[in-house]
């Protein structure tokens, strides 16, 4: 491989035999290309490539039965283990309302698709369904389980399986939707006011819309009675805390293609590193904590009281992570929750004369 230029197929697999211990964004990071690229390399080998549209998935997907579905972003990565249930498609949005396997999903985002098959040191056969935008980035994964449906992936992917087999990826890099213009001057009595007229945490996209802003500038804006910053610390506070009490939260991790939830109580809070870890039976989430730039908790009026949110953005303002108390619609906000987020250490914004 030579400087500068895109390495073939066979460059890409020589590297990955070379770098086995290397996950697949690290490796594809290292080698310049997209991650869609390093799995096509292994087409006619271990991979296939397969419709990678959303909606011929999730016509069949619940034949699979049991399976970890795998979400991911630059800074988290959100995994749970169940049955695609509930499912409910469209040409905009879709939904899957499973028990555990909770997703929002954006069909217009996805674009390619594989299946890919990997033997791992102790001759595991390991299998999976992993789709990507158009510039090969990864939007979700689903990976097979001992009690998935063997069968069922086996018959999704013959009739999924493309006449292209190509061993050549090339990425759509203009494909990525535009960032919509924001306003430069906040107008911060506006701002107040349509936040304090929110009945619902659903309206807030619109009114961020409306007022052309970004979700970054309007939490720097809106004031601390709404929204205050935390030190990065206060997010395995909160995990620690929650675990402690086995008190039901949301998780929230997502990218341009889909957002995956977990609801429920965690256990096993762990950190390694930059890593801060839930590694329980059914959801383990990954979080690169020395990736984070602003943490925030937001407060956000509904008709049910105001609900408090934790949230986490990158340097370029971007969510990261969010977390709620779980409640059901009609309810208040549980106490315990409410009492946990307001009580994380704040991040001292004071300078010093």
Same mark, same amino acid.
């Given at each position: 491989?030579?400087?500068?230029?895109?390495?073939? #197929?066979?460059? $890409?697999?020589?590297?990955?035999?070379?770098?086995?211990?290397?996950?697949?964004?690290?490796?594809?990071?290292?080698?310049?290309?997209?991650?869609?690229?390093?799995?096509? /390399?292994?087409?006619?080998?271990?991979?296939?490539?397969?419709?990678?549209?959303?909606?011929?998935?999730?016509?069949?997907?619940?034949?699979l039965?049991e399976?970890?579905?795998?979400?991911?972003?630059?800074?988290a990565?959100?995994?749970?283990?169940?049955?695609f249930?509930? $499912?409910k498609?469209g040409?905009?949005?879709? %939904?899957?309302?499973?028990?555990?396997i909770?997703?929002?999903?954006?069909?217009?985002v996805?674009?390619?698709?594989?299946?890919?098959?990997?033997?791992d040191?102790?001759?595991?056969?390991?299998?999976?369904?992993?789709?990507?935008d158009?510039?090969?980035?990864?939007?979700? =994964?689903?990976?097979l389980?001992?009690?998935?449906? @063997?069968?069922?992936?086996?018959?999704?992917?013959?009739? @999924?399986?493309?006449?292209?087999?190509?061993?050549e990826?090339?990425?759509?890099?203009?494909?990525?939707?535009? /960032?919509?213009?924001? %306003?430069?001057?906040?107008d911060? /009595?506006?701002?107040?006011?349509?936040? *304090?007229?929110?009945?619902?945490t659903?309206?807030?996209?619109?009114? @961020?819309?409306?007022?052309?802003?970004?979700?970054?500038?309007?939490?720097?804006?809106?004031?601390?009675?709404? /929204?205050?910053?935390?030190?990065?610390s206060?997010?395995?506070? !909160?995990?620690?805390?929650a675990? =402690?009490?086995? @008190?039901?939260?949301?998780?929230f991790?997502?990218?341009?293609?889909?957002?995956?939830?977990?609801?429920g109580? $965690?256990?096993?809070?762990?950190?390694?590193? #930059?890593?801060?870890?839930v590694m329980d #039976?059914?959801?383990?989430?990954?979080?690169?904590?020395?990736?984070?730039?602003?943490v925030?908790a937001v407060? =956000? #009026?509904?008709?049910?009281?105001?609900?408090? *949110?934790?949230?986490?953005?990158?340097?370029?303002?971007?969510?990261?992570?969010?977390?709620?108390? =779980?409640?059901?619609?009609?309810?208040?906000?549980?106490?315990?929750?409410?009492? $946990? !987020?307001?009580?994380?250490a704040?991040?001292?914004?004071?300078?010093?004369?």
């Open positions: 491989m030579t400087q500068n230029t895109r390495p073939t #197929p066979s460059e $890409i697999r020589a590297f990955r035999s070379e770098n086995p211990g290397l996950r697949e964004r690290d490796t594809a990071a290292r080698l310049g290309i997209s991650e869609a690229a390093l799995v096509a /390399a292994e087409c006619g080998l271990s991979a296939v490539r397969i419709d990678g549209s959303a909606s011929s998935l999730l016509e069949r997907v619940a034949e039965g399976v970890m579905a795998l979400t991911r972003n630059e800074s990565v959100h995994e749970k283990i169940g049955i249930e509930n $499912i498609a040409m905009n949005s879709a %939904i899957v309302l499973g028990d555990n909770d997703l929002r999903i954006f069909p217009g996805w674009a390619h698709g594989f299946a890919v098959t990997k033997t040191a102790d001759n595991n056969v390991r299998r999976s369904l992993q789709f990507f158009r510039a090969g980035t990864a939007v979700h =994964k689903i990976h389980r001992e009690a998935s449906n @063997l069968d069922a992936y086996h018959s999704i992917v013959e009739a @999924l399986k493309l006449e292209d087999q190509s061993q990826f090339s990425a759509d890099l203009g494909a990525t939707t535009p /960032a919509e213009d924001e %306003i430069t001057d906040v911060v /009595a506006t701002l107040r006011d349509e936040w *304090s007229r929110m009945t619902d659903h309206q807030f996209h619109g009114l @961020l819309r409306r007022l052309k802003l970004g979700r970054q500038r309007a939490l720097q804006s809106v004031g601390e009675d709404y /929204a205050w910053k935390l030190q990065t206060s997010i395995e506070t !909160m995990l620690t805390e675990a =402690k009490i086995e @008190l039901p939260i949301m998780c991790v997502g990218n341009h293609g889909i957002i995956q939830i977990h609801s109580p $965690i256990a096993n809070v762990r950190t390694m590193g #930059p890593w801060l870890n #039976p059914t959801f383990h989430l990954h979080l690169r904590t020395d990736h984070l730039a602003e925030w407060r =956000k #009026p509904t008709a049910d009281g105001h609900v408090t *949110s934790l949230e986490a953005l990158d340097a370029k303002g971007d969510m990261v992570i969010q977390y709620f108390g =779980k409640r059901k619609e009609g309810v208040a906000e549980r106490p315990e929750w409410r009492s $946990i !987020m307001e009580n994380l704040r991040l001292d914004t004071t300078i010093a004369a």
